[in-house]
C-alpha cells in the first residue's frame, strides 16, 4: 500500500529504504527544526523513509512533544523511555526496532550540515559500503570548535587509532549511516551504553572486515552540548583501554581454540 503527500512517496510495508534516527534527551527546542529540514532533505533522494525519535528520558517535555509530532505525521515515529539509558542504548533499541534498509542516525542540534545527508546515505545504496561517517578531521572538512575541543578530539582519535587500530580518521561524529544487516549483525557485540557507542561499532566494524567510508562534512559545535570535556574525556579514555583489553582477550581465545 502507498500513500502520497506532496511529491513524497510514502510506503505502509515493512520495508523502507531509510530509517533515520533523531536520538533526543532534553532537546524540546531542537525537535521541530530538526525534522523540517531532515524531512526536506530526505525527499529529495530517498524513495521510501521513516524518522524514528529516539527519545531517553527526558525532562523537559521533548518525550510530550515528540509523542504529538508523532501522531500527526504517518511517516514519523516515537520511542520513549521513562529512565535515561544512554545515546548508545537508545541508538541500539531504535534500529532494532527500524524498518529500513539504510539506518541512519543524526544528532539533533544538526552540528553536521545536512547537505551531506544524501552522500553519506548514498555511500551505502550506490558505493556499496557497510558503514559511511561523516568525518571534521579530512582535509577538506570544515568544523568550527573552540582550540580546547579540537585539542582533545585529535588526542581522542589518536589514541583510537593507535591502541584499536582503526583507519579512521573521526569516531565521534554525530552523523552516521549503516547497511541494515551489516549493523544488526554487530549491534549485540557493542556494550557501551553512551558516547562511546560510537567509537566501539567502527572499531568492531573494521575488526569484522566491514567497508567503513568517511564523509568530509561541514560541521559547527553545537551550543547547548551535553559532552563534558574533562569527565567525559576520562571516560571515554577508560573506555578505549577497556575495548583494547577485550578485543585483546577475545583474540587471544579465538587463537587457543584454532580460529
Not at 557493542?190 to 558516547?195: D, F, L, S
Request: net charge positive; proline share 2%; aromatic share 10%.
Amino acid at each position: 500500500m502507498v500513500a502520497k503527500l506532496g511529491c513524497l512517496r510514502i510506503t505502509h510495508d515493512k520495508t523502507l529504504q531509510v530509517s533515520l534516527v533523531l536520538p533526543a534527551y532534553n532537546e524540546i527546542d531542537c525537535l521541530d527544526p530538526a525534522i523540517e529540514k531532515t524531512i526536506q532533505a530526505l525527499k529529495q533522494f530517498a524513495a521510501s523513509f521513516e524518522i524514528i525519535i529516539a527519545e531517553d528520558g527526558s525532562t523537559d517535555g521533548t518525550a510530550e512533544h515528540a509523542k504529538k509530532i508523532a501522531k500527526k505525521s504517518p511517516f514519523i515515529r516515537d520511542i520513549h523511555r521513562d529512565q535515561r539509558l544512554g545515546r548508545g542504548t537508545a541508538l541500539n533499541n531504535a534500529f532494532k526496532q527500524s524498518r529500513g534498509q539504510v539506518l541512519v542516525y543524526m544528532d539533533l542540534d544538526l552540528a553536521t550540515d545536512i547537505k551531506f545527508l544524501k552522500p553519506l546515505v548514498q555511500a551505502i545504496t550506490l558505493e556499496n559500503y557497510d558503514f559511511s561517517t561523516g568525518s571534521r578531521m579530512m582535509p577538506e572538512s570544515k568544523a568550527e570548535r573552540t582550540f580546547r575541543r579540537s585539542i582533545s578530539s585529535k588526542t581522542y582519535n589518536f589514541l583510537v587509532r593507535h591502541i584499536l587500530g582503526s583507519k579512521l580518521r573521526d569516531h565521534q561524529c554525530g552523523f552516521k549511516a549503516f547497511n541494515r544487516e551489516a549493523v544488526l549483525g554487530l549491534l549485540d557485540e557493542v556494550e557501551a551504553k553512551h558516547w562511546f557507542w560510537d567509537t566501539e561499532i567502527l572499531v568492531r566494524a573494521q575488526h569484522h572486515g566491514l567497508k567503513v567510508k568517511e564523509i568530509a562534512v561541514e560541521w559547527k559545535s553545537g551550543k547547548g552540548t551535553k559532552v563534558n570535556l574533562f569527565k567525559d574525556s576520562w571516560n571515554m579514555f577508560r573506555q578505549i583501554m577497556r575495548l583494547w583489553w577485550k578485543m585483546k582477550i577475545k583474540k587471544r581465545e579465538l587463537l587457543t581454540l584454532g580460529y
